[in-house]
């Protein structure tokens, strides 16, 4: 199966900007959403935002609202997550991940995504 690779964490300062990357080489998403999730050690995975691979629709937890920006490279398979004005509670491992077949960038449920990456952290200082 293939997985996506996710790159762009670190650690910030509060108020500081990110730039998440998703390489998804060799995967077909087509019509797939897309999507980023976060997850803290003891919590669920939380979605942060998804997009429709082919018209680019986006949709965005009210948590990343108005901070953060979802964007997708068609031609390269690429999926971006631009992080600004960064807060501590943005502390997490961000994933990546593929919407089912059927499944729209709207829908915010981990158990419809498959296709997870490994991670990247990104860690807000206060």
């Known amino acids: 199966q293939v997985q996506p690779v996710e790159s762009g964490g670190g650690l910030v300062q509060a108020g500081g900007s990110l730039r998440l990357a998703c390489s998804a080489s060799?995967?077909?998403?087509?019509?797939?959403?897309m999507a980023w999730f976060r997850q803290t050690p003891g919590k669920e995975r939380e979605f942060v935002a998804g997009i429709s691979w082919s018209a680019g629709s986006t949709s965005y937890a009210d948590s990343g609202k108005g901070r953060f920006t979802i964007s997708r490279d068609k031609r390269q398979n690429m999926l971006y997550l631009q992080m600004d004005s960064l807060r501590p509670e943005d502390t997490a491992t961000y994933y990546c991940?593929?919407?089912?077949?059927?499944?729209?960038?709207?829908?915010?449920?981990?158990?419809?995504?498959?296709?997870w990456g490994q991670g990247t952290q990104v860690t807000v200082s206060s």
């Open positions: 060799g995967l077909s998403i087509r019509n797939n959403a």
């Open positions: 991940a593929r919407a089912r077949a059927g499944i729209t960038y709207q829908v915010r449920s981990s158990e419809h995504y498959d296709n």
